[in-house]
């Protein structure tokens, strides 16, 4: 079986919805890779991975080293991964140096980038050197500071329209979809319909191409708080807690390990 490629996601818009999901490490990955169409290394990973406050500090190193990882781990679901913040806003020749790396180091199809009209001239220059570029658009959690928080965007018609521009621009400068994160319902249905490549949305609009969830959120792997647009599907977090107690409790009260896990063990004693 084949990995789904950039060009079958975009051909899935108005065939079948796409399903992706987010994944850093290759467990994780693995278990992912058959139920979803595309699996994102999202920055994410600096909140949920490495319990930072924002997804400010991620290197392109590490983002590289996390995409190889799920590469490695997976054989079917398109893997994007996404450019971290700092390595693509200054120019769109420092954009293809990172993204590039993020390709030949990480071995991902494509990478996605946060931006709006100002970056559609870095996707133009990507895709016309063999990059495939998902945009990112509304929320963009690299513009907390500008945002002033982790807010919903485009609640104004003016807001909206320049989200729909955003988008807009990107598509014209050949991105193979849109993610659309953390915008009003009716603006993800709007834009849906006036992009011909797919939208991916989280927290956007159920009339989106295709939907993207921080998988930890819906594991019950990030916490007793979960976003308004997430859902728990299942709770391994106390699936895994048990297991640690468990373990735990077996150590101390000397019921693991037995000499069935043990070397050399001398018979007939
Ligand atoms: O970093 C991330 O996980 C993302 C998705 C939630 C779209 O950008
Ligand atoms: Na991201």
Same mark, same amino acid.
């Given at each position: ?62 983002? @590289? /080293? ?6 490695? *781990?997976?054989? #079917? =679901?398109?893997?994007? +991964? ?75 018609? @003016? /807001? ?6 955003? *988008?807009?621009? #990107? =598509?014209?400068?050949? +991105? ?94």
């Amino acid at each position: 079986a084949q990995r789904v490629t950039v060009p079958q996601l975009v051909s899935f818009k108005g065939e079948r919805k796409i399903a992706a999901l987010t994944a850093y490490i290759a467990p994780i990955a693995r278990l992912l890779d058959e139920a979803v169409d595309m699996l994102l290394v999202g920055d994410s990973t600096a909140m949920v991975g490495y319990a930072l406050p924002d997804t400010l500090s991620i290197t392109v190193e590490t983002m @590289a /080293a996390h995409t190889a990882a799920v590469v490695r *781990a997976t054989h #079917h =679901a398109c893997v994007i +991964a996404d450019m971290p913040f700092g390595s693509y806003q200054q120019s769109p020749a420092q954009a293809f140096a990172n993204a590039a790396t993020l390709l030949a180091n990480g071995g991902a199809a494509g990478v996605k980038l946060e931006g709006g009209q100002a970056l559609a001239d870095t996707t133009r220059f990507l895709v016309e050197r063999g990059i495939p570029v998902l945009a990112h658009v509304g929320l963009m959690p690299q513009y907390v500071h500008t945002m002033g928080g982790f807010k919903a965007q485009g609640m104004s018609e @003016a /807001a909206a329209r320049r989200i729909l521009d955003d *988008a807009r621009a #990107h =598509a014209q400068a050949g +991105a193979f979809g849109v993610v659309l994160e953390g915008i009003s319902e009716p603006l993800g249905r709007e834009i849906t319909a006036a992009l011909q490549i797919p939208t991916i949305g989280i927290g956007a609009s159920p009339a989106c191409d295709g939907q993207i969830l921080v998988t930890e959120d819906i594991l019950g792997l990030s916490g007793d708080r979960i976003p308004k647009f997430a859902r728990r599907f299942a709770d391994a977090g106390q699936v895994i807690r048990q297991a640690a107690q468990d373990y735990a409790q077996s150590v101390r009260e000397e019921t693991f390990p037995t000499l069935d896990h043990c070397f050399g063990v001398r018979t007939g004693r």
